[in-house]
T-cell receptor, first 112, second 110 residues
Framework: SQTIHQWPATLVQPVGSPLSLECTVE??????LYWYRQAAGRGLQLLFY??????ISSEVPQNLSASRPQDRQFILSSKKLLLSDSGFYLC???????????FGPGTRLTVT | GIQVEQSPPDLILQEGANSTLRCNFS?????LQWFHQNPWGQLINLFY???GTKQNGRLSATTVATERYSLLYISSSQTTDSGVYFC????????????FGRGTSLIVHP
């Protein structure tokens, strides 16, 4: 069966510090991968998605970036965090477009 | 892009009550999912239902694609049903971009 992992679970970082969040999927090959952010107030905002290694599409211009160095690994990064980067970051995968998405447990990021 | 509206935004129930949550979308869809976000933030898949009706225990869902809406029914609600319910759709434009509604926050009191 497929599983999705995210770490760390929680993170407190000062403004201006770098960020690296990791997501890995097990039990499937060449999945679509997604990064979402959920700020207070509930809505999920799609940040990046990837349909293959090295293929990243950005939905929202900001100081975050994403990379997919391996088939089942998706990394969210920032060189310098802003206060507005605080939120709950969720990684998700699907077999391909049009199929069910499955979410990881999330990382709660607080920028101080 | 496709617009997704969920109603009601907030719902408070007594244990044992039934409820209906609605999701309206603005265009034809390839994919529609219902999720439950528990108090710890985990998004749990409830239904993958681009059309038709499905049931899983006390929960059921119906999507009428031609009329661009989906309904999630919760019967005999329990306190563990509390959380936020999201509808997410993927339009038929060939993109890989799921669009989420803003959710319905449900609180079930004992």
């Amino acid at each position: 069966s497929q599983t999705i992992h995210q770490w760390p679970a929680t993170l407190v970082q000062p403004v201006g510090s770098p960020l690296s969040l990791e997501c890995t999927v097990e039990g499937t090959s060449n999945p679509n991968l997604y990064w979402y952010r959920q700020a207070a107030g509930r809505g999920l905002q799609l940040l990046f998605y990837s349909v293959g290694i090295g293929q990243i599409s950005s939905e929202v211009p900001q100081n975050l970036s994403a990379s997919r160095p391996q088939d089942r690994q998706f990394i969210l990064s920032s060189k310098k965090l802003l206060l507005s980067d605080s939120g709950f970051y969720l990684c998700a995968w699907s077999v391909t477009s049009g199929y069910e998405q499955y979410f990881g447990p999330g990382t709660r990021l607080t920028v101080t | 892009g496709i617009q997704v509206e969920q109603s009601p935004p907030d719902l408070i129930l007594q244990e044992g009550a039934n409820s209906t949550l609605r999701c309206n979308f603005s265009d034809s869809v390839n994919n529609l999912q219902w999720f439950h976000q528990n108090p710890w933030g985990q998004l749990i898949n409830l239904f993958y239902i681009p059309s038709g009706t499905k049931q899983n225990g006390r929960l059921s869902a119906t999507t009428v694609a031609t009329e661009r809406y989906s309904l999630l029914y919760i019967s005999s609600s329990q306190t563990t049903d509390s959380g936020v319910y999201f509808c997410a759709v993927e339009g038929r434009g060939g993109s890989y971009i799921p669009t989420f509604g803003r959710g319905t926050s449900l609180i079930v009191h004992p």
